[in-house]
């Protein structure tokens, strides 16, 4: 069994920064890629930003320059820090992780960008 938990969402006026962050635990061999979606009111999930294992680093043409993804591998742990946050950030952030061939997703944590 695999539990990703997620924290640091919350409400932050437009041109603000908050950071994610995603931890892993449980049954843990080996992550692969760690990625974060999100997905916004009457759209569906997309890729936001995703790092291999190694560092390698892909971005959503939307957040690029703004956002920045990085891990902890002693930690199981990935991080988005977003700077110059926008109203089109707004959404729900999920981690996803790829274990042994599998996927796994977090709950989620909001993001809402608002004055």
């Known amino acids: 069994q695999v539990h990703l938990v997620e924290s640091g969402g919350g409400l932050v006026q437009p041109g603000g920064s908050l950071r994610l962050s995603c931890t892993a635990s449980g049954s843990i061999f080996s992550i692969g890629f760690m990625d974060w979606y999100r997905q916004a009111p009457g759209k569906q999930r997309e890729l936001v930003a995703s790092?291999?294992?190694?560092?390698?680093?892909n971005y959503a043409d939307s957040v690029k320059g703004r956002f920045t993804i990085s891990r902890d591998n002693a930690k199981n742990t990935v991080h988005l820090q977003m700077n110059s946050l926008k109203p089109e950030d707004t959404a729900v952030y999920y981690c996803h992780i790829l274990s042994r061939g599998r996927g796994y997703w977090g709950q989620g944590t909001q993001v809402t960008v608002s004055s």
């Open positions: 790092i291999s294992s190694s560092g390698t680093t």
